[in-house]
């Protein structure tokens, strides 16, 4: 399997995206119809052949939502944690399927320029090498990336990671490169030593110089130039390119590392230039500048190097290239018209680059959605401040600074949460529908901070102005927030109300996501006014709420609260199979903190029928967890409770 995280547009799960195209023969540059039967047929197959086919077909909209095939499904429509949850999922199954079914086999992954990586795709890349480890799959994981970069930990610390820096070649290694490109020229020993001071023993240098001396008229001293620096050696290498070659890469240079035969074409269309694209791009692959994507057919090329690709951009005159981004982005427009959702952020760059902001806007407000509904926060800030820029209207700046600092908030920049709600307060009036987002960031931050009367304030004038204005989602929301102030304040009458209404509304509104989240928080209510029947109620109910929209982390939730009920009543025969559950649940999802609940109240229960030895277990494997996410306090609890639990084990004389 091979991967790459150098995309046409870095959007979420990109790396994961180019995985599944290649392995399951799906072309990037299909319709969505073309592309459909295909990965059903894949997935068939793959189905066929595992001991669970129901679980491999259940993948399918999941796999789909990365490939750009829609399917009517529940858990595609989820954002945010939930949707994330749901496609590392997928991405687990369909890929540690494969893992198995090679057996016999040597299972090599090559992941190409993985300090590039979308967050999406770094967080669904870690749970997958977690599960392989789990599971003590022998997997050979090449890893290629640029030491000025950081990269993943999951990587570097893993117990096999290997580094392997590629050194500069030697002086016998370099002649003997250059000797082998050059054996029918007969190079002086003066221009030798310039090519092996000047290229420091770097093989793209070499190979790019051998290239470039190739196609120079023939030398009569034999002392060709050797160009200062790898940027000179390239622009020298253009210069020399025929016109038709040079101006078509300066062309795909504007469309990205990676380009489209298509988008190049339709650009070519729209200047009007007589040229065989197909011809051009064959001489520019003869020079070494540019290759096919393989698996792909003539349908995506990109750069050989980078650099390539930056020397080739760089030296177009700036008018030309803002007419080129504008070329490039209204073919994308017209090649793509019933996908452009896809090409959101490519289209945001191109219309930004050519100095076209209202074009660009309606795109950027589009990628920051994605982003932000796939979780992957590092590129929906960096949208957030690139459309910051270009807005004029202030309850529009006002309206990306408050979901800028919802972003910020829930990644712990809580200074630069502030900031942003603070600066979008300056641009939008009080009485405008988002203010009462304004109320709700400024409840939670005081809320957190410990500052209850404000807080409270903040949530009441909220709720006020969603009920003055009739905004029933803004209502809902400013209603949970005051239940769950009354909670914290044991006024659980008051909760219980608050957090009902706020279930109706979320009920009346289809705003699936919300309904099963008052629900865990009433429950508690329920049960510190001691009404042990109404709490098991409540938690059956966000149960099934979570269950039938298929909210996986809020069914986790649930699980254990209605589990809790029942260990606090003794009935651990009801309790165990709830928690077995969560624990499912929670490794599915690598949530760590939800496994360790679950482990903790199963070796309880095992523990309370002196079922010591899978007790100590339990206790063993969250103490195991903890110490990866390295809460102190946590590790020592665990571990005297193991003590304590091997103590009495020692008195009783029973064995492990």
Known sequence: MRGACSPISPSPFNLFTKIFEELFSVRHTLPSEQKKPLLESALRDLAERSPNPAIILDCLPLIGLLLDIRYDDSRVKQKGKDLLNHVMRAI???LMSLLHQAQGKTRILILDDIHLIDEASAMALCHLLSKIEAESIPLLMLVMYRLDYPILECVTRHPSFMEQELSPLSKDKIDELVGYYTRELNLSEATLMQVRELSAGNPFF???????IANLPPSEQDDYPVPGNLHALILSRLDNLPQNLRMLLHKASVIGNEFFVDILREVEQRLNDPIDVDITLKGLEDHSLIMRMLGFDFSTYFFKHITTREVAYQTLLHQNRKMLHQLTAEAIESLFVNRLNEFSYALADHYLRAEMPDKAKPYLHQAIDQATKVYDNALALK????????????????DILIKSADIKWLTGKWPEADADIQAAETFCPPSAPLACDIHRFKGIAAFFKGDFETALIQFQTGYAL??????????????SNLGIWHQHHQKYEQAINYHQQSLKLAISLHEDQRQPKPCPISDSSFWRIKSIKKAEQAFAQSLKISETHRFLRDESIALGNLAYAYITTKQYDEALPLLNRKLTLATQMNDKLETIKALGNIGNIHKERKEYPEALSCYQKSWSIKQTLGNQKEIENTLKTIEETEELMKVLGVRC
């Open 92 to 94: 687990e199954l369909i």
């Open 206 to 212: 070499l190979e790019e110089w051998c290239n470039y």
């Open 383 to 398: 949208l957030c401040q690139d459309l910051l820029i270009i807005l004029e209207n202030a309850e529009e700046k006002a």
């Open 466 to 479: 969603a009920q003055t204005l009739e905004d029933p989602l803004q209502t809902c929301v400013a209603l």
